[in-house]
């Protein structure tokens, strides 16, 4: 018989015969002549009851099943004659799988966030992280539907690299040398000795080597791990996290905000018409303000304000804030709380910031002071994108690594994308765990992806 999933139970209109469900035990209760058990095998939220009979030949051993253990289950869906559930399982058959111990840490009871985070293997088996798990799968699915269906092409960028996109040096460096016995010239690691001849690290982003296949394939993205070796334990950050960065050809920074506010938009439609039933569950535990967040998102026109005036409003504002605002600085996440929560009260995108506190690809405008840089901000998490019009120009981004410090022999097959049938050309990275975490209104970093890695924490 093939196994049946407990989402297909749940949801089913009729009664289905025989069924075989295999998962874990959530409860069991005991009446006289009766055990029922509520079971449930990570296809969904809802757990259905499970009822053993004294008649079956090894009810003893199942009167002895606790959380967490293991059953395989046979037997007839049958309408159920409890409250708060349609359908149960007359069971004419229970296999157990394992028996978990008494020491099974997760019990009927609610478990701090910190708890479960040093038990990560095994918190995917609650409701909250069972329900966050299921969203961050039906999410990425999502992603692919978006792009697949506008004509995107999905590519993979490296994992390693020898380029650092952002130039800001916070990367992990990968070695195959013994660093026991480095090789050294003049005082220095010798990489020329190592796997690839020269230094290797983690890629903080795919945009670069996205930007190529741009150039010849039109629209294209990638999504994959990416890393940061920045020592921050703040809600936000990551040392390990994933990004979805588009690229499109033909392309300038109108039609990139565009993109961006579709696929924000879309994205958070999906959720509430996919992931109603785990939504569900946190809006009641964690965010209750969650469905009407995520509603006024889909139904909203984001607003589109230049940096300078961002600056002006939150001068004019009154509001003492914790880090200094001024022209020529990066809005901090208290600035963006302001804009998207108090000022306008919806998503907003900032565009045109000053050249100097941005990357050296991003394009220059005409007043050689701002670049063709956006962000997207929305309520409660801050920027969730971050991109640009890319500089195509040659003579202009060799000034600006020039400017910026850039070995240009580092970047010889970058530039010469612009000397080979350069054209405009726009993209942008979203985070894809700041997603999750406007999706879900879980706060934490850490509590939307399966292992996190922060500092000091490698744990799994």
């Known amino acids: 018989m093939k196994r049946t999933k407990i989402v297909h139970l749940v949801n089913a209109d009729t009664a289905q015969g025989r069924v075989l469900l295999m998962g874990w035990v959530r409860t069991r209760r005991d009446a006289r002549g009766f055990s029922f058990i509520e079971v449930n095998d990570g296809s969904c939220l809802k757990n ?190 990551a040392a390990e996290f994933w990004m979805v960065e588009p690229e499109m050809a033909f392309c300038d920074l109108q039609g990139n905000m565009n993109l961006a506010e579709e696929l924000v938009k879309y994205l958070c439609g999906f959720a509430l018409d996919e992931c109603r039933s785990d939504l569900e569950l946190f809006a009641r535990f964690v965010d209750k303000r969650l469905l009407t967040a995520l509603e006024r998102i889909v139904q909203s026109q984001f607003v589109r304000l230049p940096y300078r005036e961002a600056v002006d409003i939150l001068i004019r504002s009154g509001k003492r804030f914790e880090y200094p605002v001024r022209f020529g600085l990066d809005l901090q996440s208290e600035h963006e709380w302001y804009l998207t929560e108090e000022h306008f009260k919806k998503p907003v995108i900032v565009f045109d910031y000053p050249k100097a506190i941005k990357p050296f690809y991003m394009r220059v405008n005409d007043d050689g002071i701002t670049v063709g840089a956006m962000d997207v901000l929305v ?81 799994f």
């Not at 070695?175 to 020329?192: H, I, K, W």
């Not at 983690?202 to 940061?228: C, I, K, W």
């Not at 991109?387 to 910026?404: I, K």
């Not at 410090?405 to 405009?424: F, I, N, T």
Request: charge should be positive; proline fraction near 4%.
């Open 48 to 237: 259905i009851q499970v009822i053993a009979d004294e008649k079956l030949h090894n009810y003893k051993k199942i009167r002895k099943l606790s959380t967490g253990s293991a059953v395989s289950v046979t037997g007839k869906l049958a309408e159920s004659k409890g409250a708060g559930q349609k359908w149960e399982v007359i069971a004419d058959g229970i296999e157990i799988i394992s028996l978990a111990p008494e020491s099974y840490p997760l019990q009927k009871k609610r478990h701090s966030d910190e708890f479960l985070r040093a038990i990560a293997h095994l918190r995917p088996r609650t409701n909250k992280y069972g329900a966050a798990f299921r969203v961050r799968s039906e999410m990425a699915f999502a992603i692919h539907k978006f792009f697949r269906d506008r004509g995107f092409r999905y590519i993979h960028t490296p994992i390693l690299t020898g380029s650092d996109c952002e130039g800001a040096g916070n990367l992990f460096r990968v070695t195959a040398l013994d660093l026991n016995r480095l090789p050294m010239q003049y005082g220095t690691v010798d990489y020329s000795k190592d796997f690839f001849g020269k230094e290797a690290k983690l890629t903080v982003s795919g945009q670069l080597e996205a930007e190529m296949l741009a150039l010849a394939l039109g629209d294209v993205y990638t999504f994959g791990p990416t890393f940061r070796a920045e020592d921050s334990n703040t809600r936000r950050h």
């Open 379 to 459: 309520p409660s998490i801050g920027e969730i994108i971050g991109g640009s019009q890319r500089e195509e120009r040659l003579d202009v981004l060799e000034r600006r690594m020039e400017e910026t410090g850039m070995r240009k022999e580092d970047y010889w097959w970058y530039l010469d994308a612009r000397r080979y049938g350069s054209v405009p050309h726009s993209g942008f990275g979203l985070g894809f765990e700041r997603l999750l975490m406007l999706v879900t209104g879980i706060s934490n970093i850490r509590d939307v992806i399966p292992f996190p890695r922060t500092p000091k924490n490698i744990e």
